[in-house]
């Protein structure tokens, strides 16, 4: 039947309609394609799609810079050749609980470059579907984590030297206290024996002779006493073999790092004023970044609970051309008891404190030529702080 001219005209607007419909949906998928594309490509986790017979079959730019293989060279290639050989058995868990249709997250092991060596990655990978529900191969984002490994591991490593070196320290302390203490009863001792010897050489009894010998064998024993604790405080002082110069920043900010671990989570605020340009000190690191923990968990402890609680780390110089560093917090202060016997051995206000980290700190700024001091901070808080003499000036 022959149609109107109307229809014809409103039947090839509908034609003319869907159409351009159909153009439009098309430029919307090709953009959104390229939109995902761009993405893949400009990712920093590498983005590995792998089919269900094992196989490579997408890999972007930042799996070829992790990697080492460019695109070409893994695409249908066996995804199992990344694993180290030491971690097949874990690829192949991976492998399997994907086939089973679960997803992987943040699985944490080792792959392989192609230059042979090995470093830490985080992976999550997931099943890849088609619109039928088939399942298609799997999708996986790898995270190099070693940065993060090393930095990690590097932390533990000066966390035990800290306490090997805390431990030292300790030691060094009572066997200064001790030869302080034990030299003087000594010395008594054998001023003593030496007395009763001349009294008893004026008599003529023979049993007295054997008697003298004993005495002079006291003394001996004690002036070997002495001998012992001269040599151990000679061995203690012996330790300034560790000096390096060093950037006080760097020292600064590991320290602060280390501190902070245990506090994640906790609402503390730290804010870091360090001073760019600073001259080199001559320290050993180790005990520099004791005496940095020791002032910061203090403040740290007595932050605790307080929802204002603020630390500040601050590094500068002074007018003697001194490196200095200052730790300050807005806690509630030092009382008038504790502040006059801060540095003393066995000052504590705490259930399980020692006492001892003031004094030790004190004493290893004081080897390295600085002084420790502490000043109240207004309304209320703790300020610590300790120069150290800049290398030049020190090796002058
Ligand atoms: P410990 O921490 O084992 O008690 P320290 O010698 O490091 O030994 O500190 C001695 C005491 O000084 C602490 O118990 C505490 O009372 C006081 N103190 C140290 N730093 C602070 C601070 N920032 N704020 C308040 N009190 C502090």
Known sequence: ?????????????????????????????????QYLAAIVASSSDALIARTNDGLVSSWNRAAEKMYGYTADEVMGKPVANLAPSTKMGDADGIARR???????????????????????????????????????????????ITERRLAEEKLRTMQSELVHLSRWNTMGMMATALSHELNQPLSAMV??????????????????????????????EAKL??????????????????RRPEEINNVVEEAVSLSLLGVSGSRLRTQMNLAPGLPLVTIDKVQIQQVLLNLIRNAIEALHGNPAGCLKIATGINEAGDVTVRVSDNGPGLSPEIAARLFQPFTTTKDK??????????SII????????????????TSFHFNLPAAEAASE
């Open 191 to 220: 001023n003593y024996i030496n007395a009763a010897r001349r009294t008893l050489s004026r008599a003529v009894d023979p049993a007295m002779a054997r008697t003298i010998a004993y005495l002079d064998s006291a003394v001996e």
């Open 225 to 242: 006493a002495s001998g012992i604790i001269r040599s151990l405080r000679d061995f203690i002082d012996k330790r300034e073999a560790g």
């Open 98 to 144: 994907l086939e089973r249709g679960e997803s992987v997250s943040q699985y944490e092991t080792t792959r392989r470059r192609r230059d042979g060596s090995e470093f830490h990655v985080s992976i999550s990978a997931f099943p890849v579907r088609d619109s039928s529900g088939k399942l298609v191969g799997t999708s996986a984002i790898v995270r190099d």
């Open 366 to 381: 004081e080897a390295h030529g600085g002084h420790i001091r502490v000043e109240p901070v207004a309304p209320s808080g």
């Open 1 to 33: 039947p022959a149609r109107d001219p109307q229809h014809m005209i409103d039947d090839m607007r509908a034609v003319n309609f869907d159409l351009s419909c159909t153009l439009e949906e098309n430029r919307r998928l090709g953009e959104e394609r």
């Open 353 to 362: 404190g020692m006492g001892v980290g003031l004094t030790i700190s004190q």
